[in-house]
C-alpha cells in the first residue's frame, strides 16, 4: 500500500452514492491479498484526474459491493506538460520506462519506430502490447497516487511525430558535440514539451538532422552514454526540475494544459 492508501482503477463509475460491485481480479486483491472488511475505505479512479472514496459494504467470498462518495480532485501532475516519444526497446526495458515515466507524471508516451531499433511490434501484435503498456501505467498509477494516466499510443513512424513537432518544445537527446546541455535549456512551466530519445543503437545521423530540420532541439545529459531507458527517466526529471527552478509550479490534473498530442488517433483509457 502506498501513502495515498489502497487505490484501484476501474474503467466506469455510477454516480455518488451508487453502489459497486468491484471487479474480480480487483475483488480477488481486496479479499485474498489486502483482506480488507466490510467498513474498510479504498479509493477508485477511472483516469479522469479524480479520485473517488469508497466504502467496503458487503463481501461475499470474492464479491465485493463498495458504496461511492464524492469525487475529488487527484493529486496536481508535475510541470510541464510531457510528451514521451520514445523508441522501441526490448520488452522489459521499454516496460519499465513506463512504468516510471507514469510515476514522474508524464501525459503521454509515444513508441517510436526509430532505425536502429533492435525490436519490433508486429501488426497483429499491437493491441495485445497496447493493453499491457496500458495496464502497466494503471498499476504505476494506483501505486503512486497518480488519478490521470497517461495516453500511451500505438507503435509510430518518425515521420508522424515530425508533424507534430511546432505543437512542443521538442528537445531530441543525443550525445553529438553540437547538443548544448539539457540543463542549459530554459523551460516554462505551461509550455508543453516532447522530449525524443533514441533506441539501444542510437539515432542515425540521418534521424538527428531530419528532427532538427522539424524543429527539435538538440540536447545532452552529460559526457557518459546513458542507456535508452536511462536517458528518457533523467531527461523527464531534469525537464521537470528546469520548469520549476524558480519554485513547485503544478497543475492540478483537471486544468492542465491540454497540448496537441503528437498522433490523433491513439486511444486514451
Known amino acids: 500500500m502506498s501513502r495515498h492508501g489502497h487505490r484501484f482503477y476501474v474503467a466506469e463509475l455510477p454516480p455518488p452514492g451508487a453502489a459497486l460491485a468491484l471487479p474480480r481480479e480487483t475483488a480477488r486483491q481486496v479479499a485474498r491479498v489486502l483482506r480488507l ?28 459491493t463498495v458504496r461511492l462518495g464524492q469525487p475529488v ?9 510531457i510528451a514521451l516519444a520514445q523508441s522501441l526497446l526490448k520488452h522489459d526495458h521499454f516496460e519499465l520506462v513506463i512504468q516510471k ?6 501525459q503521454w508516451i509515444v513508441p517510436l519506430l526509430a532505425q536502429r531499433c533492435v525490436v519490433a511490434v508486429k501488426p497483429e501484435a499491437v493491441s495485445g502490447r497496447l493493453d499491457r503498456w496500458r ?3 494503471i498499476e504505476a498509477a494506483e501505486q503512486c497516487g497518480r488519478a490521470s494516466l497517461p495516453a500511451i ?5 518518425l515521420d508522424e511525430i515530425e508533424a507534430t513537432i511546432g505543437s512542443y518544445r521538442a528537445i531530441l537527446l543525443w550525445e553529438g558535440a553540437e547538443a548544448q546541455p539539457l540543463a542549459a535549456l530554459e523551460l516554462e512551466p505551461e509550455t508543453p514539451v516532447l522530449l525524443l530519445v ?4 542510437g539515432w542515425t545521423p540521418g534521424e538527428v538532422e ?9 540536447a545532452s545529459l552529460g559526457p557518459l552514454v546513458l542507456r535508452s531507458e536511462t536517458a528518457a527517466l ?20 483537471a486544468e492542465e494544459p491540454r497540448p496537441a498530442r503528437p498522433v490523433s488517433s491513439g486511444e486514451r483509457r
Request: a negative charge; glycine letters at 12%.
Open 153 to 157: 499510443e500505438p507503435p509510430r513512424r
Open 234 to 253: 533523467a531527461a523527464i526529471a531534469q525537464a521537470q526540475a528546469l520548469a520549476t527552478r524558480h519554485g513547485p509550479v503544478a497543475v492540478p490534473p
Open 198 to 201: 533514441g533506441p539501444e543503437g
Open 73 to 81: 480532485p487527484g493529486r496536481p501532475l508535475p510541470c510541464p506538460p
Open 135 to 137: 495496464r502497466i501505467a
Open 101 to 106: 515515466a507514469t510515476e514522474l507524471g508524464v
Open 210 to 218: 531530419r528532427l532538427r530540420a522539424a524543429g527539435a532541439e538538440l
Open 37 to 64: 472488511r466490510p467498513g474498510d475505505a479504498v479509493t477508485l479512479f477511472t483516469g479522469d484526474g479524480f479520485d473517488v472514496p469508497a466504502t467496503i459494504e458487503s463481501m461475499q467470498g470474492e464479491s465485493i
